[in-house]
């Protein structure tokens, strides 16, 4: 239920947008495609999430430092 609520929103929010596709077979089903404005989203958090990375090694460097002199 989560993974649904929050595509809706992302589409909600134009980083992403679903179409139905037919199937002969069985059930139509939706599917989703990330948008340009998803994608610039995408970039900008990941870089976000670089720096966060980069900070919390570099604590535990020197958090290791002090405790293992």
Known sequence: G?????LRRMEK??????????NKSG???????????GKDFLKSATTSLTRT???IHRFLEGYQKVISP
């Open 53 to 55: 990375d980069e900070l």
């Open 2 to 6: 989560d993974l649904y609520r929050t």
């Open 13 to 22: 929010d134009d980083w992403m947008k679903s179409d139905w596709e037919k």
């Open 27 to 37: 059930p139509d089903r939706r599917t989703y495609t990330i948008t340009q404005e």
